[in-house]
């Protein structure tokens, strides 16, 4: 086995590297031979100071996830924290890459801290429903003070090396983490620095009394802004119980509500996400080709979507030609372009000379020819397969050979794109998600004859523009928009049963989404969902259930916030929409012409239909192999959906909640309704086996 800690003396200084790639994480092999360097170091008369670091790209960036879950193994890094911070020699850390975590939890036991100024700092145990656990809720604010200690492991949110100077985190932003740390560290044996232990350092603890400060407002304030999750609370309980008692005593308490959450639902499914995001890259095609050249890139259309993925081409470090039919479409996507960047200047986020380079890569024109020697071509034109078709006879006809021609459509037939081509191998779905310069999602449909290299170029293409990729099969709708339409309709079939569409708003709200169906359809635009509507009306089973309700709604031209109605009234600029009497007006009015009697839906019942029609139909899409695993459903709800993280996605809600269980709710709600409410093939075949989706993960 290779060796996890490297130490080597210069002079009278140790120095310990500890080299655990890719990201120097904490396992059990790491924290074993971490404490036997120290004692080593310890032990040598002549050393009189220990330097600690991490060699490649990062100091630790925490603990091993992979050993959550498994049975602890000793030593603990609480065991190694202590013995670090009572050694009597100065121990100094070299910081730099992603120190988090743990490996900010060794930082802070030690003597001193310096840090490259590029570092980021930081603690997002919360991003695993978990808190600091190892000795970091006690230590941290006895450095930087409870309110600021408390927003850093409450966000999880990392900070640079300047603001951790200016907190006190750190003693020393350096430029150059070998020659600076030892430059430094032997100023410190010079000057005979006497150093003081963090656990020791109690003056900004004492202090709080004074600076009236209030955990339980705190508390409060972080259970609005963090809606339904444990961990940001249990730190608040930690920083009561710093103001309490002592280091030891506070530092038990973390330890046990560590391993307390690590037991949870909520942390379980944190830890999936964070695993299902870092698989969904890992496909088939990618193990037998390379990406294509990507050096520049055109798209076609200026509007919303066309102008985001602009953006996102753009922040990505690529050329971008942006090609629209007129001059006027060509300046309304400009004005997009400058809208956004204008605000990013505003806020800090671009100075006006990176805007002005960004600019420096961008060309707008009328004219296609523009696009023939561009490696990639994004069609962002309207969402119609006769206009989508004609763009792709004219790419075909100009780009060059070997250039990929992609679509964002979110819902057509991507084969059927490709063969108006000559060149289908070349032709690929890359959906993005509105708006396309934020969101993280980026579906990449594979049609049948598209070549490896093209997907794999698809996949390098979201790693430059750091997007979560997820590869998908063709169907209407892909991944996420085909589950969207079975779970948008069963929200339809509660409204027309009894539900108002605030009640099931609120009840999904509750659950954990930003918001419930309705106001997402209301925020989408109502027009989107009724063309898609009229599209698919000659494929629809005449013996399939229809709610009517949107489409009175849009004969209305009520669209949504655009329009200023849709499901809730958006008067006067108000974003947040008013409950609607005319709108439960016409609800009643369709129940009435159907001879619905209105029954009454609890909460839980709302969530119990809705989760089981979302359950149901990704099944279906894992079992047709339009996903390739459940996990990336996951990963396509949480991402592109609104799905609460810490409930890991709905596949592992579906795992959380019990199969067997979903497939009861799924055959009781069958006995109303068996076409929408057929049991997926795949869900009957394991819950036969005694399996759940997580097998298929693999
Ligand atoms: C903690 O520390 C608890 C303590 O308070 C108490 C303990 C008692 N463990 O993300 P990437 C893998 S909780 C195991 O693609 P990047 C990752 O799966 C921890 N594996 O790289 C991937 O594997 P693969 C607190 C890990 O450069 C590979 O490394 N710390 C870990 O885009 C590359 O990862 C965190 O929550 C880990 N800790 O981003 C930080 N981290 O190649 C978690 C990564 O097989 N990590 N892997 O797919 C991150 O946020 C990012 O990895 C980081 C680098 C920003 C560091």
């Given at each position: 086995m290779t060796k996890k800690i490297d130490l080597v003396y210069q002079e009278n200084v140790a120095i310990i590297s500890i080299c655990n790639p890719p990201v120097n994480a904490l396992s059990v092999e790491v924290r074993k031979e971490l404490l036997d360097a120290l004692k080593e170091a310890e032990k040598k008369?002549?050393?009189e100071a220990i330097i600690l670091k991490g060699s490649?790209?990062?100091?630790?960036?925490?603990?091993?996830?992979?050993?959550?879950?498994?049975p602890p193994q000793k030593p603990d890094l609480p065991t190694i924290n202590d013995y670090i911070e009572n050694i009597n020699k100065p121990v100094i850390c070299a910081l730099h890459g992603n120190t988090l975590g743990g490996g900010l939890e060794i930082a802070l036991a030690c003597h001193y801290r310096f840090a490259h100024f590029k570092t980021k700092i930081g603690l997002p145990e919360v991003s695993l429903g978990l808190i600091p656990g190892a000795g970091g809720t006690q230590r941290l604010p006895r450095l930087i003070g409870i309110p600021e200690a408390y927003k850093m492991m409450a966000s999880g949110l990392p900070i640079n090396a300047d603001k951790a100077l200016k907190l006190g985190l750190i003693n020393k932003v350096i430029q150059d983490i070998d020659e600076s740390s030892i430059h430094f560290t032997k100023d410190l044996i010079e000057n005979n620095n006497n150093f003081i232990k963090t656990k020791d350092r109690n003056e900004l603890i004492n202090n709080a009394n004074e600076d009236k400060i209030n955990i339980t407002e705190l508390k409060n304030n972080f259970k609005k802004q963090y809606r339904n999750q444990l961990a940001p609370q249990k730190i608040g309980d930690c920083l009561e119980k710093l103001l309490q008692s002592s280091f030891e005593e506070g530092q038990n308490f973390e330890r046990n509500t560590f391993f307390e959450l690590l037991k949870t639902e909520q942390s379980k499914s944190y830890i999936h996400a964070f695993f299902a995001e870092r698989t969904?890259?890992?496909?088939?095609?990618i193990k037998s080709a390379h990406p294509r050249n990507l050096n520049t890139v055109g798209v076609v259309g200026g509007g919303t979507m066309g102008s985001g993925i602009t953006i996102a081409a753009l922040n990505a470090g690529l050329p971008v030609t942006m090609i629209e039919r007129n001059q006027d479409s060509l300046d309304k996507g400009m004005k997009n372009l400058e809208k956004i960047y204008n605000r990013d200047i505003e806020k800090g986020r671009l100075s006006s000379s990176q805007v002005e380079e960004i600019f420096s890569r961008f060309t707008k024109t009328t004219?296609?020819?523009?696009?023939?020697?561009?490696d990639m071509v994004i069609e962002a034109v309207f969402e119609e397969m006769n206009v989508k078709k004609q763009v792709f006879k004219i790419l075909d006809k100009i780009v060059k050979k070997g250039s990929i021609i992609a679509s964002n459509t979110s819902y057509l037939d991507i084969n059927e794109l490709a063969s108006v081509t000559s060149r289908p191998e070349d032709v690929i779905g890359l959906h993005f998600f509105s708006p396309a310069n934020i969101m993280r999602l980026l579906e990449i449909v594979v049609p049948d004859k598209v070549s490896n290299d093209v997907v794999a170029t698809g996949f390098y293409l979201a790693k430059l523009m750091k997007k979560i990729p997820v590869r998908a099969g063709v169907c209407d709708g892909f991944i996420g928009n085909r589950i969207l339409n079975k779970y948008g309709d069963c929200a339809y079939f509660m409204m027309e049963d009894g539900a108002t569409p605030y009640e099931i708003d609120k009840a999904i709200f509750e659950f954990g989404?930003?918001?419930?169906p309705f106001q997402m359809f209301d925020l989408a635009g109502g027009d989107i969902g009724w063309a898609m509507r009229k599209r698919l009306k000659p494929m629809r089973d005449k013996n399939e259930r229809y709610v009517h309700i949107p489409d009175k709604l849009c004969e209305k031209g009520w669209f949504g916030q655009k329009t200023g109605r849709g499901f809730y009234r958006y008067d006067k600029g108000n974003r947040r929409g008013d409950e609607d009497p005319e709108v439960l007006e016409i609800i009643n009015l369709e129940r009435q012409k159907k001879s619905i009697i209105p029954t009454k839906f609890s909460q839980e019942e709302i969530i119990r239909r809705y989760m089981a029609a979302m359950i149901n139909e990704a099944s279906n899409v894992i079992y047709e192999k339009i996903a390739l695993r459940p996990s990336d459903v996951d990963v396509t709800k949480l991402y592109g959906y609104g799905f609460p993280r810490y409930r890991g996605g709905p596949m592992k809600y579906a795992d959380s909640y019990g199969l067997d269980k979903i497939l009861d709710d799924i055959r009781e709600f069958e006995k109303e309704d068996s076409i929408f409410w057929k049991p997926s093939n795949l869900i009957i075949e394991l819950v036969k086996k005694g399996n759940n989706f997580d097998s298929l993960n693999e």
């Open positions: 008369e002549n050393v490649g790209k990062t100091f630790p960036a925490g603990a091993d996830i992979k050993e959550f879950g498994l969904s890259s890992k496909i088939p095609e004219d296609f020819e523009a696009l023939s020697s561009v989404y930003p918001m419930g």
